[in-house]
């Protein structure tokens, strides 16, 4: 099981049905989550405030990335993520959650190394189990 | 009928004493007269009475002691079977008396029941019928015998049946048939009878039967024996007729007539010899085999009988000698069964040949076959000798009589001329090898001869042997006469003449020569003496003159006495003495006639050049010769100097150049008139100055070249030489002492050289002096017209030599120099001469050029052009100009324009050609572009470069477009200004940019609005264009416009229809994506609600069944709503990503993902690839195509059979097609087929048919180019036909 998953998402429904499904299905402990990628930046800029300060606090190994939000959308994040904090938080991964079918997001988020999973909302038990046996995930879930 | 006066002896065998004296005292009753009665009582006592006495008549009891019924009568009947016998019996008996008269008795008598008169008449009877019997008997027994002893066949012919009796053994005998007295069918015989004598033998058969008059019938013929061959037989007939005359039998008898034939034949065969035997005879087989001779044959050819047959006729009788053709026409004779005649030439045994006529005739077997020759010889040795003697001598007269000169006839005592030799026939006028014998005859003789010939012939015949001559004219055809002399010989003793015989000859000529001589002496000495020319006789031997004429004496200035006392050396200079002595000996020798050239003298010593004819003459007597003469010293005289001229022209004419030429003939010219020195002067073209041209002087003096060379280098003025007066200048000039000419510039050099006579001969051409002549002699000569006369008629000649070498050398310069091609060529088309231009311009060497057919140089497509051009210049016209192309030497093609003269008497042609290939690509060029002008589309319109100098520039050109394009005509603008066109010129700042663009040489293009001629509004597109000339100054502008009224509308509306779309398009993009993302994330919450909701806890079970449904419809809008949204995508996205796709690969996929349905379907597959394997598609479409198309048919699935599938590509020129055939439900198209690709369009009840596969796949096929079709049936099965648009057309298949 995560320790702790970032969501960032805008749609409040979703936020609390992710919360719901990662809970109920073993997925993850906690769940934090943005309401869009300028949030979720300030997330890990404090993050790494925390653990420059040598604070205990790890990032989360795993972000659900919308990509369709107010802001800074999922993409802006991504680019911004890769700049600032990728190589504080070598162990962090992303699986893109989005509600979108465009076969160019599809191509788009293949060329990101971070990027391991790529999810059709809704988020649900099958799509978590499937995830669980990810290969840079399946390390937190030993059978 | 029976004589019964002869007296009876009767036998009465009897024992009964009663009976008998009972049949006695009867006997005597019937008064038949009896001889006697003799009675026996026992069958052995009448047995012996009658081996020893004969009886008429028996009458016979048949109760006997030793015998008794019908034993009786037989034992006796067998003994006495002529004897009448009469059987006596008892009533109770009568059965047995029967059975007696059948077997032979006459008749019976019943005892005791008959009387007198019946006795008689049986008796009668008895005798009677015994009689006729025993006549018969012994006549049948006669002609058995004769059958059986003849060798004849003897038949009896039954008319009625038709059928023959053979009798006897006659057949089997002669023709070995089995038929012994037995009937056959007439027919039979008619088959035995030979084929080729049938029909006659018939035909005279049935001729006979008829005949009335005469019954009997006789024939010969063939007739076949058993072992099918044919004998001869001799048959003989004899016809019966019934009581009416109708022939009903026929009896005869057939001979074997076969031998007697053959040797009817042999007997002819030798009935013949018997004809010939005083001849040779020789049977002989067609080999040649001797099978018979005669005794002639063997006393001719002495070799016996025996030695003769067997032998070869060739090989015992031909002679060596024996000619080849003779007997190879005896071969060819035999070999065709022929018969020959010939003679032949055979040998005796002796060896001696001897000369034999052969009559040769085929032998014909009873087939037809020549086997043997029967060849008759008659020795004609002695008629062949006698013959041939007679041939020869007859030939040997004849050969004298034909090769004799003179004619030959004989002629009969009244002077009937009868045969006359071919020599004779040629001189009395007659065609030699014509039988005109009988044209010849004396009535052709001279009317005032004949009577004189008509005597001499009666004369000779008078007399044996007598001879006489004479003479006489005999008329021609062409009625001339011929002096005939007739030597008549009386030959009527000699046997092979038997005539007169005339010898006679042609003595026309020497009656005619007698005659002409008598005329010629008189006529002689007329000739001779009044003969203008000199003549004269003079002595062979001593040369003394014997005769001599009047002119001779004229001529010569001798007296006649003179003449007479002189030989005729005496008239001849010292020197010509050995030539005359030398040409009076070949006169001898010759002895006839000579014409010769010589030098004589006359009285005064002058040398005159004599043209002298000789002959030979008898003049009284002596061997003389006659000599006439003609002078011909003027002559000669002239024909030498004219031969130097010649000469000297020709030297002048042969020379390559000018110099060398005058030099040459200077000499010829000098020589002959024997000055030292000579020179020729050349004047310019303005005759006002002189040069040295040539000089000549004396072998071996050096000395002279100081003359030439101290002649003005430079130009001597004429006036200021010696030449000063016009006079001088234009005549010939003659000085006798040069030297004391003042005038004379070289007088130093003349006088060292001892130079004093000396003139000069002006050369004229057309009037003016072009040239002179001077000559210097070392002698004070006074001045000689001859020798001026001879110069000048040089100088005439000269004169045009002179300048045509001149002008010669200038046009030579010229014609080399010339820029143009200048070249003499023959009529055959080869060029003689060529200048360098020619050269230079062809880029071909001389040699090349010179070498072959100009035409070889020209261009094909010119060739047909200038060879006619040719033909006409050969065929006389005078000038001919034409223009070709030339390919020269670097394969470049010249164009060239040709003028061309002939001179048709040398048959040559002088040719000028100037290279044009500029002027032409120019014309061309310009031709092209006025083409492209004229005939474009845009209007065209040229007008001066005036703008530029801030004027109103003029309108110089307008095309056809232009007028079209704005209604005005050239004449409407054609030196105005285009500003009254509108539009163009109106805006300053606009021309300001224009005029800037063309100045810098710049198109310069610009989209205006004008007006055509009618008012309406006019688009147009300029493009202008500066035109400048070689020194760049700008000369002319040309306007290109073009009509874009149509265009300029168009796009006006067209932005609008975009205008419009796009804002479509937008709010259709807005649309969906409103759809993809704001319909859409609501959407997936629900998704996410139901997966988290946990229904086992809600207990209401009503809550549970609705939310169930509740799930069930968040699933099926979700599915709509994707379905909806991939749509959308596969719309929007125009650039999908392509790739090459196998299908083979995509089909393994997609039924992986189906392979349960497919089990459930039962489905069965045909796949076929081969055809196009793969395809540029996008992958996820294919797949989706595929799967979609799948699903369909499992789902649409006939539930009465099995799913069969048949899937297939096929390679079209710009498609690859899918076809994807199933046996399911089938759609009806009739009413479905517009509608079957539409979005939510379903056809089936079907729970799960959502009616937007099809929709998709049509929209996935479409994105990408292609289409898709179908063909569908119901009940049968459907097809769908996918057409993939080729993205690569290069290959294809």
């Known amino acids: 099981m995560i320790e702790k998953v970032l969501l960032v998402e805008d749609d409040n429904i979703t936020i609390t049905l992710c919360e719901l499904a990662i809970k109920k299905f073993d997925f993850a402990k906690e769940v934090h989550s943005s309401r869009n990628g300028k949030e979720a930046l300030d997330y890990f800029s404090d993050c790494l405030k925390r653990k420059k300060k040598g604070e205990e606090s790890e990032a989360p190994p795993l972000i659900f990335l919308d990509l369709n939000m107010p802001v800074l959308n999922g993409w802006d994040f991504l680019d911004e993520y890769l700049k600032k904090f990728a190589k504080d938080f070598p162990k962090t991964r992303v699986a893109i959650l989005s509600s979108t079918i465009d076969p160019n997001d599809f191509s788009r988020a293949s060329k990101y190394d971070i990027v391991v999973e790529f999810i059709s909302k809704p988020l649900t038990m099958r799509v978590l189990t499937e995830l669980k046996k990810n290969s840079s995930i399946s390390q937190y879930f030993p059978e | ?1293």
């Not at chain 2, 045009?800 to 120099?817: G, H, M, P, S, W």
């Open chain 2, 1 to 1293: 009928m029976i004589d019964f006066n002869t007296k009876l002896k009767i036998l009465v065998v009897e024992d009964n004493p009663g009976d008998l004296l009972l049949l006695e005292e009867l006997l005597f009753e019937t008064n038949i007269s009896i001889q006697e009665i003799k009675n026996v009582t026992l069958i052995s006592e009448a047995k012996n009475i009658l081996n020893s006495y004969d009886f008429d008549l028996i009458f016979l009891d048949l109760s006997l002691a030793d015998s008794s019924g019908l034993d009786s009568f037989k034992d006796l009947y067998s003994i006495t079977e002529k004897v009448p016998i009469i059987v006596l019996t008892g009533l109770k008996d009568s059965s047995i008396a029967i059975s007696a008269i059948v077997n032979g008795a006459q008749d019976f008598l019943v005892k005791g029941e008959f009387d007198a008169k019946l006795l008689a008449k049986t008796m009668q009877y008895s005798i009677e019928r015994k009689k006729n019997l025993e006549n018969l008997r012994e006549s049948n027994a006669r002609y058995d015998l004769v059958v059986e002893a003849t060798h004849e066949a003897v038949w009896d012919w039954n008319f009625a049946q038709d059928d023959l009796l053979w009798v006897g053994k006659g057949f089997n005998k002669i023709f070995g048939y089995e038929y012994a007295n037995t009937v056959i069918p007439f027919q039979f015989w008619e088959e035995c009878l030979h084929p080729e004598d049938k029909v006659r033998v018939i035909e005279k058969l049935q001729t006979s039967i008829l005949n009335l008059s005469n019954h009997s019938w006789e024939d010969e013929y063939r007739f076949r024996d058993i072992n099918g061959n044919y004998l001869y037989v001799l048959d003989r007939g004899y016809t019966l007729f019934d009581s009416e005359n109708n022939p009903v039998r026929m009896i005869g008898a057939m001979q074997n007539i076969t031998a007697k034939k053959l040797a009817e034949e042999e007997l002819k065969k030798l009935s013949l010899i018997a004809k010939e035997t005083v001849n040779a005879v020789i049977i002989a087989s067609k080999k040649g085999e001797i099978q018979w001779v005669n005794e002639a044959f063997t006393k001719l050819s002495q070799f016996t009988v025996k030695e003769s047959i067997g032998s070869f006729v060739q090989e015992m009788i031909f002679s060596e000698d024996t000619d080849k053709e003779t007997i190879s026409y005896l071969l060819e004779k035999v070999e065709k069964d022929l018969s020959f005649e010939c003679v032949l030439l055979t040998r005796a045994k002796d060896g001696q040949n001897f000369w034999m006529k052969v009559l040769g005739q085929p032998i014909v077997d009873e087939k037809g076959k020549v086997l043997r020759y029967f060849a008759i010889g008659t020795d004609i040795t002695r008629q062949k000798e006698a013959e041939e003697t007679i041939i020869n001598n007859e030939r040997r007269y004849r050969a004298l009589i034909e090769k004799s000169a003179d004619g030959i006839f004989l002629v009969n005592k009244d002077g009937q001329i009868y045969d006359i030799s071919s020599t004779g026939k040629e001189i009395l006028g007659y065609e030699k090898d014509q039988d005109s014998t009988s044209k010849v005859g004396i009535e052709w003789i001279h009317p005032d001869d004949i009577e004189e010939i008509k005597n001499v012939i009666k004369e000779v015949a008078s007399q044996i042997k007598a001879v006489r001559h004479t003479e006489c004219r005999y008329r021609m055809p062409d009625g001339s006469y011929k002096w005939i002399e007739v030597t008549f010989n009386n030959l009527t003793h000699e046997p092979f003449i038997q005539a007169i015989v005339g010898n006679f000859r042609d003595i026309t000529t020497r009656k005619k020569a007698e005659e002409l001589q008598k005329k010629s002496e008189e006529n002689y000495r007329q000739i001779f003496y009044n003969n203008p020319y000199p003549m004269w006789v003079f002595d062979q031997e001593t040369r003394a003159f014997l005769d001599v004429n009047a002119a001779a004496i004229d001529k010569y200035g001798f007296s006649r006495e003179e003449f007479l006392s002189m030989t005729i050396l005496d008239i001849r200079p010292e020197e010509e003495i050995p030539k005359l002595l030398e040409v009076l000996d070949v006169h001898y020798q010759s002895g006839g006639a000579r014409k010769e050239v010589m030098k004589h003298r006359d009285k005064s010593g002058k040398i005159i050049l004599m043209e002298v004819t000789t002959y030979l003459i008898d003049f009284n007597g002596r061997k003389a010769m006659q000599t006439q003469v003609n002078d011909v010293t003027e002559i000669v005289k002239i024909q030498n100097e004219r031969e130097i001229i010649l000469n000297a022209i020709d030297k002048l004419r042969m020379s390559e150049n000018l110099i060398d030429g005058l030099t040459a003939m200077l000499l010829c010219a000098r020589e002959y008139i024997g000055w030292e020195y000579g020179e020729i002067w050349i004047s310019d073209y303005t005759n006002e100055y002189f040069t040295l041209a040539a000089c000549d002087y004396l072998q071996g003096e050096p000395g002279f070249q100081e003359m030439a060379d101290r002649a003005p280098k430079v130009k001597q003025q004429t006036n200021k030489s010696i030449f000063d007066t016009k006079e001088k200048q234009e005549q010939a000039y003659w000085v006798e002492d040069i030297n004391k000419d003042p005038l004379f510039q070289r007088g130093d050099i003349t006088a060292k050289l001892g130079l004093y006579s000396a003139f000069s001969v002006p050369i004229r051409y057309q009037g003016k002096p072009i040239s002179r002549i001077a000559f210097f002699s070392r002698k004070i000569l006074k001045k000689d017209p001859s020798t001026i006369n001879f110069i000048e008629n040089i100088c005439m000649q000269l004169a045009a030599e002179i300048e045509k070498k001149n002008t010669e050398r200038v046009l030579n310069l010229f014609f080399k120099q010339s820029n143009d091609l200048l070249g003499l060529a023959t009529f055959d088309g080869v060029f003689r001469r060529i200048n360098n231009a020619f050269v230079e311009v062809l880029g071909y060497t001389e040699e090349q050029i010179t070498s072959q057919h100009f035409i070889n140089f020209v261009h094909p497509n010119d060739v047909t052009k200038t060879m006619e051009k040719m033909d006409e210049l050969t065929q006389g016209k005078l000038i001919s100009y034409f223009e070709n192309r030339f390919i020269t030497g670097n394969g470049d093609i010249k164009w060239f324009s040709w003028s061309c003269t002939p001179t048709v008497y040398e048959n040559i042609f002088f040719a000028s050609g100037r290279d044009i290939t500029r002027q032409k690509k120019e014309e061309e060029q310009l031709r092209l572009w006025e083409f492209v002008i004229t005939n474009s589309n845009d209007a065209v319109m040229i007008t001066d470069a005036s703008l530029f100098l801030s004027q109103e520039p003029e309108i110089l050109y307008v095309n056809e477009a232009f007028t079209e394009i704005t209604g005005y005509l050239p004449e409407d603008v054609i030196g105005k200004s285009p500003l009254i066109l509108g539009g163009i010129h109106s805006d300053q700042n606009e021309l300001n940019t224009l005029i800037e663009t063309l100045q810098n040489r710049k198109n310069y293009e610009i989209e205006v609005l004008g007006h055509k001629k009618n008012g309406e509004e006019l688009w147009s597109d300029f493009t202008f264009v500066p035109i400048s000339d070689n020194t760049g100054i700008l000369t002319h502008l040309i306007y290109i416009q073009r009509d874009i009224t149509a265009r300029k509308k168009n796009e006006a509306e067209k932005e609008l229809l975009i205008k419009e779309l796009t804002q479509n398009n937008t709010d259709l993009k807005q649309f969906s994506f409103i759809t993809s993302h704001n319909l859409r994330s609501p959407l997936s919450n629900l998704m996410g609600i139901v997966d988290l909701i946990d229904t086992d806890s809600l207990e209401n079970s009503t809550n549970a069944l609705l939310f169930e449904k509740f799930k069930e419809s968040t699933f099926q809008l979700n599915e709509t709503i994707n379905d909806l949204l991939s749509v959308l995508i596969i719309k929007d996205k125009v650039n999908i990503v392509k790739g090459f796709i196998g299908f083979e690969n995509e089909f393994q996929k997609a039924l992986a993902s189906v392979s349960f349905m497919m089990k459930q379907a039962n489905a069965s597959l045909q796949i076929d690839f081969s055809e196009a394997p793969v395809v540029e598609f996008n992958r996820a479409y294919l797949e989706s195509i595929i799967l979609n198309l799948l699903t369909n048919s499992i789902k649409y699935r006939s539930p009465d059979r099995n799913l069969a599938l048949k899937i297939k590509t096929t390679n079209e020129r710009d498609f690859i097609k899918l076809y994807f055939s199933d046996n399911g439900i089938g759609m009806d198209m009739e009413r479905y087929k517009d509608r079957i690709f539409g979005l939510y369009q379903r056809f089936h009840d079907l729970p799960d048919s959502k009616g937007l596969g099809l929709y998709i796949v049509h929209s996935q096929v479409n994105a990408l180019g292609g289409h898709i079709a179908v063909e569908s049936e119901v009940g049968v099965g459907t097809t769908f036909i996918i057409s993939f648009k080729k993205f690569l057309k290069s290959k294809r298949h």
